[in-house]
């Protein structure tokens, strides 16, 4: 080895650094959209039997509905009450209007500092894309889909794609990477998420470690509310390895505490089965 050049002596064993766990956030929180357009419109839909959903424009433009507003202002003035150790210092939201919407107003009502809030719009956290089927009905995609309803009745609700679209799989896949990024980034820190259904489920299925069968009876126990919280807080598991546990699913108490509605519709992008 020439002077002045760096290398490594392999004869020389290494000294081995002390190992020590990643710290998790303090705790991460999961918030559904307020109600939007397209949830009244599925639901009109549903009760009409029709067999499309009569939305304007494309699914990411969908705003709040005036009641979804209210409800977004409503989670905002719960957040405002608590300690200040207790709230939010990261907000990550899905890039489409409605998120985007009730995130602003949350913010708005809460009174948090926009100047120390790490705010972040995030694309990974959009919607489950839905492709060709989208602003389907159920008994639309029965009717003009026959063999892609037949094809997720054998594949599964899981696993299956619909043309152009994801599986509950695809939508895990990339939520993956912001769970490591938040974990990573974020860690000691307390992290809302502003997003979608399907995406606070599937936080669920990656954070506390689910399979299928678990997950989809979740869902099918009731639908998520629109902003409701789930509760993520730092703690152990059974080997004290540092973990977020679940406190809250679906909790709906700021909602009904200030007189509004709570509301439970599928997105239009959703097939409930």
């Known amino acids: ?13 290494l000294r081995e650094l002390p190992s020590s766990p990643i710290p998790c956030p303090k ?3 999961l918030v559904r959209h307020g109600e939007s357009a397209g949830n009244v419109a599925r639901d009109a839909a549903e009760q009409g039997g029709k067999h499309t959903i009569e939305i304007v424009g494309r699914d990411v433009d969908v705003p709040l509905s005036r009641l979804g507003e209210r409800q977004s202002r409503a989670l905002g003035r719960w957040i405002a009450q608590l300690d200040e150790g207790q709230r939010p210092t990261v907000l990550l939201t899905s890039p489409y209007t409605r998120a985007r919407q009730t995130a602003e107003l949350l913010v708005a009502e809460s009174k948090l500092d926009r100047q120390q809030l790490a705010f972040v719009v995030d694309e990974r956290l959009r919607e ?10 159920k008994a639309g995609i029965v009717a003009q889909f ?3 309803a037949a ?3 054998e594949v599964g609700k899981f696993y299956y794609r619909p043309p152009g679209g994801e599986s509950w799989c695809d939508v895990i896949l990339r939520l993956r ?10 860690a000691g820190e307390r992290v809302l998420v502003v997003a979608h259904q399907v995406i606070v489920l599937c936080f669920r299925y990656l954070i506390e470690e689910l399979d299928e069968e678990r997950i989809l009876a979740i869902d099918s126990e009731r639908d998520v509310a629109n902003c409701s919280l789930t509760r993520f807080e730092h703690g152990a598991d059974h080997a004290g390895r540092p973990k977020l546990l679940l406190r809250d699913f679906n909790f709906v108490a700021p909602i009904e505490e200030a007189g509004e509605p709570v509301t439970r519709q599928p997105d239009p992008a ?3 089965s």
């Open 128 to 137: 489950k894309e839905f492709g060709s089927l989208n602003r389907f009905t």
């Open 146 to 148: 026959p063999q892609e």
């Open 1 to 13: 080895m020439t002077a002045g050049s760096v290398g490594l002596n392999l004869a020389t064993p």
């Open 27 to 29: 705790s991460v929180w």
């Open 177 to 186: 990477s912001v769970l490591d990024h938040i974990e990573l980034r974020y």
């Open 151 to 153: 094809r997720r009745q």
């Open 270 to 272: 959703v097939i409930k």
